[in-house]
Every structure is written in C-alpha cells, then in structure tokens.
C-alpha cells in the first residue's frame, strides 16, 4: 500500500488528526507519504493506493489552494482512473467551484464544478451525524459554519431523519463519485466506521484485518445502538 496524507502540518484540525495517526499506526513508513505544503505531491509522479486530507481552519484556504493549483489536473485524472481519495470536513470546500462568504466569492480548484460553497462564520451548526453508504451505516459528527449547494448528482451519504445533509435543506451528505469521497463530518471518521474503512482500503486490494479491529467494531456497535435509539439527533445551530 501507498496512502499519501496531504499537509498533514495544516490539515488535523477538529479531530481528523486520528485519523492521520491511525494510518501511521496501521502501515509502515515506507506505506505512507507525509506530503508537507511545500513538497509536490507523491501522486504526480508515482502510483498511489489512497489519497487523505482532513480538515483545516478557514484561514489556511488560500494556502492549500495554491499549493493544490498545479496539480488539480492530474488528481482529476487520478479520480476518473478509480484511485480511492477521501477528504474529510472542509477539505471538501476547496474541490467546489467557488466559496462564498459575506457576498463575496472566492473561486475554489472546480474539481467539482456542480457544486458551491457558503460560509457564515456567526452560524455554526453542531450534530451528531447517523446515514448510510449502500448497505453501511455512518456515524460521526457535524460541526461547520459553511454548507454546500448545488445539484448533487454524486451523493455519498444519506442521512437519518434527523439528521441534516450537506445543507439544512437536503437529505445528501457529501460527494461520492468512482471511488472519491469527501464528507464534511469531522474528527476520527475512520476509526469511528470501520466497516466504511474496510472497504475504502478494500478498494485498492488490502484485505488484512484492520488495526484495532475487533475494538473498533465494538465501540462502533455501541454508538450505533446509542444513536438509533436516541429521541433527537440534529442538535442545531448554536
């Protein structure tokens, strides 16, 4: 396996550093690449099996956006190739085609040119997050002050009944399209839905148990019965 974790220095924000350590924890140090803001990916000039990037604070976007600019058109080209790229929290913001907040747009790397963004820092709303991807369940949790809109004709999860989408008004969380996925629930999303990584990591051949596993599915089973069993899940804006 060769998983390249992008700007690690500046994208573990809200939690989604487990998961970069759980990666380093599960493979080697020759398996996975640390790429840093300043270095060209890994993925422009050798074969990868996962690409990960978590979230970022808001003032980091600019940054990122210029160090990902040069290489959107080969990532592009990754994805339609079934490469398997996950980006969790709002790294999914800066794939859109624009960002806008207080009226003004920012334009984003328009991976995904369906969809925009919306940022309202005096909003934030906060969730627990329960959905399905096929026949898995997801669990984790929403915390943003920005939503995206657009004609989601690529959704990754469907939320539960009180559960928000990736806006107020959809159902939809995220973006699944070949084998990318990006999501805007936050923190260990990869410890926290292990059946989701088994099959995430599936998709390039790994077939070992994972690391933790049996811990995992039972900290995994008990959340799930606790969410479904709970009377309301949506928390709201704060």
Request: proline share 5%.
């Amino acid at each position: 396996m060769k998983i390249e974790i992008l700007y690690p220095e500046l994208t573990n924000a809200y939690g989604d550093g487990i998961n970069i350590k759980y990666l380093k924890e599960m493979f080697s140090k020759k398996e996975v690449i640390l790429t840093s803001i300043d270095e060209e990916p890994y993925f422009v000039k050798h074969k990868v099996d996962l690409i990960y990037m978590g979230s970022h604070p808001d003032e980091y976007d600019d940054i990122i956006l210029k160090s990902l600019k040069p290489y959107i058109k080969k990532l592009r080209e990754l994805i339609e190739e079934n490469t398997p790229v996950l980006f969790t929290g709002n790294a999914m913001e800066l794939f859109g085609s624009f960002m806008e907040e207080k009226g003004i747009k920012k334009e984003t790397l328009n991976l995904f040119p369906e969809f925009s963004f919306k940022r309202n820092k005096e909003a934030r709303y906060n969730s627990m997050f329960l959905g399905t991807y096929g026949d898995i369940k997801i669990v984790g949790n929403q915390s943003q002050t920005s939503f995206m809109y657009g004609d989601n004709k690529y959704p990754f999860i469907e939320a539960c009944e009180d559960c928000i989408g990736s806006n107020p008004d959809t159902k939809v969380e995220g973006i699944h399209y070949k084998n990318f996925y990006a999501t805007y629930l936050l923190g260990p999303f990869l410890l926290l839905n292990p059946l989701f990584t088994k099959y995430l990591l599936g998709l390039s051949g790994y077939k070992k148990p994972l690391y933790l596993e049996s811990q995992l599915m039972k900290t995994y089973e008990n959340r799930l019965s606790f969410m479904e069993t709970m009377e309301h899940k949506y928390i709201g804006p704060e």
